[in-house]
């Protein structure tokens, strides 16, 4: 026996149990290749899984057996009028699409039910049915005549009625498509035709599929007169049917993928069959078989099912379960690679080994299950069992994440930055080709009008702090030298540059400070910028950006949240200072139109008129408030200006996810949705003429101050020579602030869920600014720093999602377009403003807030820490499905959350008053030590869950593998089974998609296997696995 090296030959059996108490030998003792065949001294009974494995890894001699991506279409033998033909029924690419019952139409892609007697049945035929390997044909009636010959040489086809299955093959193949067109009545056409299709309209209506051809008494007589011979003559499938008879479903052909190739499964019910025939075919080659794919793809696979009247339905369900098969990953390329009829059944028998069970009166049948949203990997059923790896070393990942991001000290002067520098420079010219998208113009004009309205409001704020020293025009000269200057050498150009209310104090303190000195404020500010840019310089040098390795999900998410409660604070409140400078009860307006003079017209008959359209009529405005227009329906107008803006941006947004429209028509709706926003708000405020409040941009380029010019002299009389040194006091606290702010949102634009592939620049971007800050000091110009808010809605803004071509396929985020042009182009738009004031000024502010609103609460999105704030109001049966509900009691995920809550409530105070405000830099420092002190309250384990950078996939696919580990445990369990066999075992493990229910033995004959994804049971199995470990 052993000499004869190969495979065993065993009855399938859902328990691979060995039969005796003697432990089968491990086919890799000695070394040997996990691949090799084996003997039966080798081991008794093999698992599927095993089977599986050992036929994949094989070597692929040749080009013929490598896999394709499948494409599989159901057809059922049908009677249509008077003629017999096939009919397509449903149709995979990875889901199931079926033709909806009497709605000529295809149904919604949906996850495919399976009875589980359909899938025994199926393999039943593969054991005693006709499968041919590797058939050489190349067409349709070549291929119809292998089948028949081989099916009366095996004695399953009586050779009387091998015409007649000849024929049947050959039969014309009706495609969806097809009907679709047929249903669209000309202009022209004759009574009797109209008569006849509704009357074939109503036969189909009362039935779920098209009539079975068997069903009607003179199938029989027709089959019988139409030989082989003679059903050439008429259109067929095959070589016959030229390219101008069959034109395939083109628009469809866009969801295939490229290189695909066809699986088809034919049957149907005859009555001159008495048994049931079925053959499974490869043929050697791919070819186009006419009319027999919807689209011109070239068939592989070809299963064909006949058989006697009485059994359409059961037939109906095993060809589902074929295809269903196909579209499997695994079976899917265990069909291309075997050699043999047991090859094949070796995957059915997996597939049944990893499916999940759904009992029958827990669960609706009819139900179309949703595809999933995502699909866990296959590779664990197709590679074998790997030994345990090593556990690596947290800190030393962690050392080496931080030397990757360029977060770890060098050791020599600029080390960092040089490092920087090489990590981006070849990503430099990409940074501009990867730009060509519409979706970067929709960003850029949405961010130039976020980036705008903030520019000028806080001019405008700094003009009443400093004395007009700098406003609204030394803001927007501001802006557009730092944009510029960091959108083009910058080492994080997504990090959006802006003003902050830090910044705002600091100025303030710093102009009272010279005040009260008697001192020229312009001057002693230069000599803070400059210490301010030298320090910063230092820190670069040092490599002092490696701190930000110590600001966690903690940190970030207070500072992110704070600042996006912020805006929208800010966007309500500006409405509501818009209510108190315009009451809606203002009291009687004291003004009139009155008739003109020598007019017959009554008082009366002019008083009708409003303020506006009185002089168009010749009449005269009589009263004390004529001056001014009334103004009692601004802040109603303002309220509604604001709300529509957010609400269109929120709704068109998320249109992308809409059921309506072409996907490209909605993803340019999402993108542009703010700009639609801003536009259709602005024209319905400028269509009923209220007076609401307009955006003011400076008309002319020239400095606020008549008495100033665009360069500071670093000296003035009215300043001692001591005061340049002793700036340095008031820089350090300025370095604080600026090193914070623009530090943190640094980290949080540069998340590992983003999924960055060109790399940070955290030195680079600190020594970029150091440089803007010397330059904006000594043209007297506010300094910019990066703006949280901002910088998240420009990567979210940016968000790039895989084009899904399959039906049902979900989108998955693949990342961010990282370019630089959006930035650029942001800055430049705002300088030059100045020359769009006419058409700058129609916009009213209260659009801008709204804007400011959505900014705000979209950039709330996603961040754990506001999920959690959230789940404190939830009960515990409607909390979703987060990571960290899984791994940490909720007791202690509230307790996390109570403390972060209180840290970020410290902060709102701080800085909501102006006398502790300046100290805010500092207590986000503070922030880092409370989160340091947050080790002696919870355990190591509960800390990397609730605070860490790690995105919720990765976690996801971090539990995944630790599955994979324990499945691992369990097959090599199964293959070793040091005890008796496990006799009555049910499967529960789903091909493809996640684990699932354990059914009672007698639940499995009458229920359902289904190919869905559940994550009931994934705490359990996390049970399961702590208990092998143990």
């Given at each position: 026996?052993?000499?004869?090296?190969?495979?065993?030959?065993?009855?399938?059996?859902?328990?691979?149990?060995?039969?005796?108490?003697?432990?089968?030998?491990?086919?890799?003792?000695?070394?040997?290749?996990?691949?090799?065949?084996?003997?039966?001294?080798?081991?008794?009974?093999?698992?599927?899984?095993?089977?599986?494995?050992?036929?994949?890894?094989?070597?692929?001699?040749?080009?013929?057996?490598?896999?394709?991506?499948?494409?599989?279409?159901?057809?059922?033998?049908?009677?249509?009028?008077?003629?017999?033909?096939?009919?397509?029924?449903?149709?995979?690419?990875?889901?199931?699409?079926?033709?909806?019952?009497?709605?000529?139409?295809?149904?919604?892609?949906?996850?495919?039910?399976?009875?589980?007697?359909?899938?025994?049945?199926?393999?039943?035929?593969?054991?005693?049915?006709?499968?041919?390997?590797?058939?050489?044909?190349?067409?349709?009636?070549?291929?119809?005549?292998?089948?028949?010959?081989?099916?009366?040489?095996?004695?399953?086809?009586?050779?009387?009625?091998?015409?007649?299955?000849?024929?049947?093959?050959?039969?014309?193949?009706?495609?969806?498509?097809?009907?679709?067109?047929?249903?669209?009545?000309?202009?022209?056409?004759?009574?009797?035709?109209?008569?006849?299709?509704?009357?074939?309209?109503?036969?189909?209506?009362?039935?779920?599929?098209?009539?079975?051809?068997?069903?009607?008494?003179?199938?029989?007589?027709?089959?019988?007169?139409?030989?082989?011979?003679?059903?050439?003559?008429?259109?067929?499938?095959?070589?016959?049917?030229?390219?101008?008879?069959?034109?395939?479903?083109?628009?469809?052909?866009?969801?295939?993928?490229?290189?695909?190739?066809?699986?088809?499964?034919?049957?149907?019910?005859?009555?001159?069959?008495?048994?049931?025939?079925?053959?499974?075919?490869?043929?050697?080659?791919?070819?186009?078989?006419?009319?027999?794919?919807?689209?011109?793809?070239?068939?592989?696979?070809?299963?064909?099912?006949?058989?006697?009247?009485?059994?359409?339905?059961?037939?109906?369900?095993?060809?589902?379960?074929?295809?269903?098969?196909?579209?499997?990953?695994?079976?899917?390329?265990?069909a291309y690679r075997a050699r043999k009829r047991d090859h094949l059944l070796s995957g059915v028998d997996?597939?049944?080994?990893?499916?999940?069970?759904?009992?029958?009166?827990?669960?609706?049948?009819?139900?179309?299950?949703?595809?999933?949203?995502?699909?866990?990997?296959?590779?664990?059923?197709?590679?074998?069992?790997?030994?345990?790896?090593?556990?690596?070393?947290?800190?030393?990942?962690?050392?080496?994440?931080?030397?990757?991001?360029?977060?770890?000290?060098?050791?020599?002067?600029?080390?960092?930055?040089?490092?920087?520098?090489?990590?981006?420079?070849?990503?430099?010219?990409s940074d501009y080709k990867d730009a060509l998208s519409m979706q970067c113009v929709a960003s850029w004009i949405f961010l130039y009008?976020?980036?705008?309205?903030?520019?000028?409001?806080?001019?405008?704020?700094?003009?009443?702090?400093?004395?007009?020293?700098?406003?609204?025009?030394?803001?927007?000269?501001?802006?557009?030298?730092?944009?510029?200057?960091?959108?083009?050498?910058?080492?994080?150009?997504?990090?959006?540059?802006?003003?902050?209310?830090?910044?705002?104090?600091?100025?303030?303190?710093?102009?009272?400070?010279?005040?009260?000195?008697?001192?020229?404020?312009?001057?002693?500010?230069?000599?803070?910028?400059?210490?301010?840019?030298?320090?910063?310089?230092?820190?670069?040098?040092?490599?002092?950006?490696?701190?930000?390795?110590?600001?966690?999900?903690?940190?970030?998410?207070?500072?992110?949240?704070?600042?996006?409660?912020?805006?929208?604070?800010?966007?309500?409140?500006?409405?509501?200072?818009?209510?108190?400078?315009?009451?809606?009860?203002?009291?009687?307006?004291?003004?009139?139109?009155?008739?003109?003079?020598?007019?017959?017209?009554?008082?009366?008959?002019?008083?009708?008129?409003?303020?506006?359209?009185?002089?168009?009529?010749?009449?005269?405005?009589?009263?004390?408030?004529?001056?001014?227009?009334?103004?009692?329906?601004?802040?109603?107008?303002?309220?509604?200006?604001?709300?529509?803006?957010?609400?269109?941006?929120?709704?068109?947004?998320?249109?992308?996810?809409?059921?309506?429209?072409?996907?490209?028509?909605?993803?340019?709706?999402?993108?542009?949705?703010?700009?639609?926003?801003?536009?259709?708000?602005?024209?319905?405020?400028?269509?009923?003429?209220?007076?609401?409040?307009?955006?003011?941009?400076?008309?002319?380029?020239?400095?606020?101050?008549?008495?100033?010019?665009?360069?500071?002299?670093?000296?003035?009389?009215?300043?001692?020579?001591?005061?340049?040194?002793?700036?340095?006091?008031?820089?350090?606290?300025?370095?604080?602030?600026?090193?914070?702010?623009?530090?943190?949102?640094?980290?949080?634009?540069?998340?590992?869920?983003?999924?960055?592939?060109?790399?940070?620049?955290?030195?680079?971007?600190?020594?970029?600014?150091?440089?803007?800050?010397?330059?904006?000091?000594?043209?007297?110009?506010?300094?910019?720093?990066?703006?949280?808010?901002?910088?998240?809605?420009?990567?979210?803004?940016?968000?790039?999602?895989?084009?899904?071509?399959?039906?049902?396929?979900?989108?998955?985020?693949?990342?961010?377009?990282?370019?630089?042009?959006?930035?650029?182009?942001?800055?430049?738009?705002?300088?030059?403003?100045?020359?769009?004031?006419?058409?700058?000024?129609?916009?009213?502010?209260?659009?801008?807030?709204?804007?400011?609103?959505?900014?705000?609460?979209?950039?709330?999105?996603?961040?754990?820490?506001?999920?959690?704030?959230?789940?404190?109001?939830?009960?515990?049966?409607?909390?979703?499905?987060?990571?960290?509900?899984?791994?940490?009691?909720?007791?202690?995920?509230?307790?996390?959350?109570?403390?972060?809550?209180?840290?970020?409530?410290?902060?709102?105070?701080?800085?909501?008053?102006?006398?502790?405000?300046?100290?805010?830099?500092?207590?986000?420092?503070?922030?880092?030590?409370?989160?340091?002190?947050?080790?002696?309250?919870?355990?190591?384990?509960?800390?990397?869950?609730?605070?860490?950078?790690?995105?919720?996939?990765?976690?996801?696919?971090?539990?995944?593998?630790?599955?994979?580990?324990?499945?691992?445990?369990?097959?090599?369990?199964?293959?070793?089974?040091?005890?008796?066999?496990?006799?009555?075992?049910?499967?529960?493990?789903?091909?493809?998609?996640?684990?699932?229910?354990?059914?009672?033995?007698?639940?499995?004959?009458?229920?359902?296997?289904?190919?869905?994804?559940?994550?009931?049971?994934?705490?359990?199995?996390?049970?399961?696995?702590?208990?092998?470990?143990?």
């Amino acid at each position: 026996m052993a000499e004869k090296n190969e495979y065993i030959e065993l009855p399938w059996t859902m328990n691979s149990s060995s039969g005796d108490d003697e432990a089968p030998k491990d086919p890799r003792t000695g070394g040997e290749d996990f691949t090799q065949q084996f003997t039966e001294n080798d081991f008794e009974v093999t698992p599927p899984a095993q089977r599986v494995q050992f036929i994949l890894g094989e070597d692929v001699d040749d080009g013929t057996h490598v896999s394709h991506p499948l494409f599989s279409e159901m057809g059922m033998l049908v009677k249509e009028g008077d003629e017999i033909e096939w009919k397509e029924t449903a149709r995979w690419i990875k889901f199931e699409e079926d033709v909806e019952e009497g709605g000529n139409r295809w149904s919604k892609p949906h996850v495919a039910t399976l009875s589980l007697h359909s899938l025994f049945e199926l393999r039943r035929l593969l054991v005693n049915g006709s499968v041919m390997l590797d058939m050489e044909a190349q067409n349709l009636e070549v291929m119809a005549d292998l089948v028949c010959d081989h099916m009366v040489s095996a004695g399953t086809l009586p050779p009387g009625v091998k015409d007649k299955v000849k024929d049947a093959l050959l039969r014309r193949h009706r495609h969806q498509h097809e009907y679709a067109k047929k249903t669209r009545l000309p202009i022209i056409r004759s009574l009797a035709d109209m008569r006849n299709h509704s009357s074939s309209k109503k036969k189909k209506s009362n039935s779920k599929h098209s009539r079975p051809a068997q069903n009607l008494p003179s199938i029989t007589e027709d089959m019988v007169k139409s030989p082989s011979n003679q059903s050439m003559a008429r259109p067929g499938s095959g070589t016959e049917l030229s390219e101008q008879q069959h034109k395939g479903n083109t628009h469809f052909m866009r969801k295939i993928p490229p290189g695909a190739e066809a699986s088809n499964i034919l049957v149907g019910e005859v009555d001159f069959l008495e048994r049931t025939l079925s053959c499974f075919i490869r043929l050697s080659q791919a070819v186009v078989l006419g009319d027999l794919t919807e689209v011109p793809v070239p068939t592989r696979f070809v299963f064909i099912l006949l058989g006697p009247p009485g059994s359409q339905s059961n037939f109906h369900e095993i060809g589902r379960a074929m295809a269903t098969l196909m579209s499997d990953e695994i079976f899917h390329e265990v069909a291309y690679r075997a050699r043999k009829r047991d090859h094949l059944l070796s995957g059915v028998d997996e597939f049944l080994d990893a499916v999940t069970v759904l009992p029958p009166g827990e669960w609706d049948p009819t139900i179309r299950i949703e595809p999933p949203a995502a699909i866990p990997s296959q590779e664990i059923r197709k590679r074998p069992p790997e030994l345990p790896k090593e556990e690596v070393d947290e800190e030393e990942e962690e050392a080496r994440l931080r030397e990757e991001n360029g977060l770890s000290r060098t050791g020599r002067l600029f080390g960092g930055l040089i490092n920087d520098i090489k990590r981006k420079a070849p990503w430099y010219i990409s940074d501009y080709k990867d730009a060509l998208s519409m979706q970067c113009v929709a960003s850029w004009i949405f961010l130039y009008f976020a980036c705008l309205s903030p520019i000028i409001t806080f001019g405008g704020l700094l003009a009443e702090a400093t004395g007009k020293h700098m406003a609204a025009m030394e803001s927007l000269v501001s802006g557009f030298v730092c944009g510029m200057g960091y959108g083009f050498f910058s080492g994080q150009p997504l990090t959006i540059l802006g003003s902050t209310g830090p910044v705002l104090v600091f100025e303030s303190i710093i102009y009272e400070f010279c005040l009260k000195m008697g001192w020229e404020y312009m001057t002693f500010r230069f000599w803070i910028g400059m210490w301010v840019a030298g320090i910063c310089i230092v820190l670069t040098a040092i490599d002092a950006s490696a701190l930000v390795c110590y600001i966690t999900r903690f940190t970030e998410e207070n500072f992110a949240t704070l600042i996006a409660f912020i805006f929208i604070y800010k966007a309500i409140e500006n409405v509501m200072v818009i209510g108190k400078n315009f009451p809606v009860n203002q009291g009687i307006y004291d003004c009139v139109c009155t008739p003109p003079i020598g007019s017959n017209a009554s008082v009366i008959d002019y008083a009708k008129y409003n303020w506006d359209s009185c002089e168009s009529y010749n009449g005269t405005l009589v009263g004390g408030d004529c001056g001014k227009p009334p103004t009692e329906n601004v802040f109603l107008m303002s309220v509604v200006l604001c709300a529509g803006t957010f609400l269109i941006s929120t709704v068109l947004k998320e249109f992308k996810n809409a059921l309506f429209f072409p996907s490209i028509v909605r993803q340019y709706i999402s993108d542009f949705s703010v700009l639609i926003a801003i536009f259709a708000m602005s024209f319905f405020d400028y269509s009923l003429g209220v007076p609401t409040q307009k955006l003011e941009v400076p008309n002319e380029l020239k400095p606020t101050l008549s008495t100033r010019g665009w360069l500071i002299p670093p000296f003035a009389e009215k300043n001692p020579w001591w005061s340049a040194i002793i700036a340095v006091f008031p820089a350090l606290l300025g370095t604080i602030l600026i090193f914070m702010d623009q530090q943190i949102t640094a980290v949080i634009v540069n998340r590992k869920e983003n999924k960055l592939k060109k790399g940070c620049g955290y030195h680079l971007d600190l020594f970029i600014l150091s440089i803007l800050i010397a330059i904006c000091s000594m043209m007297g110009l506010p300094w910019f720093v990066a703006a949280t808010v901002l910088s998240i809605n420009h990567v979210n803004s940016l968000k790039l999602e895989s084009e899904c071509s399959a039906p049902g396929e979900k989108p998955q985020f693949l990342g961010v377009r990282e370019q630089r042009v959006t930035h650029i182009l942001i800055f430049l738009t705002i300088g030059v403003s100045v020359l769009l004031t006419p058409l700058l000024g129609n916009i009213p502010m209260p659009v801008l807030f709204g804007v400011f609103l959505y900014m705000g609460v979209a950039s709330l999105k996603g961040l754990q820490f506001f999920d959690r704030i959230l789940i404190m109001f939830m009960p515990a049966k409607y909390q979703p499905d987060y990571m960290f509900l899984r791994q940490v009691p909720i007791k202690r995920v509230h307790l996390f959350t109570m403390i972060q809550l209180a840290c970020l409530i410290i902060l709102w105070l701080i800085k909501s008053f102006s006398q502790t405000s300046i100290l805010f830099p500092l207590m986000l420092v503070v922030m880092i030590g409370i989160r340091k002190a947050l080790d002696l309250v919870f355990t190591r384990r509960e800390l990397k869950i609730l605070d860490d950078i790690m995105p919720e996939m990765t976690k996801r696919a971090a539990a995944d593998d630790l599955h994979k580990l324990d499945a691992e445990v369990g097959l090599l369990a199964r293959i070793f089974p040091w005890g008796k066999g496990s006799r009555g075992r049910v499967v529960t493990k789903p091909p493809g998609l996640d684990d699932g229910i354990v059914v009672s033995g007698g639940a499995v004959g009458a229920g359902l296997i289904t190919c869905t994804t559940s994550n009931a049971n994934e705490k359990e199995f996390e049970a399961q696995s702590s208990l092998l470990k143990k």
